[in-house]
């Protein structure tokens, strides 16, 4: 794969120039960063269909196809139901 999807091109700038230890670091802290970013891009996903819902009144029918999804689904997001699962906190996990 020569660049990232889409809507991720920007982070192809990670690998800009030459390679180097600083290049190596900066992408091992965004590979551990990514269930922090699934879980945001999860909250604000959440936030826009329910805002969707409720301030333009558009149905969970009318969102299903432009998601890909059915409208069950489309309000499971709206509930913050997550089809993933969910890491358990160990011992060693912070707060």
Known sequence: MDKPPSPFEQLADLVTGDESIDQAITLTRALTAIPDLQKWLREQRQHVVRTLRERDGMSYTEMAPHLGVKPE???????????SPQRKRGSGDKE
Do not use: E, N, Q, T
Not at 74 to 81: D, E, N, P
């Open 73 to 83: 689904r489309v309000s499971g997001i709206a509930r913050g139901h997550s089809r």
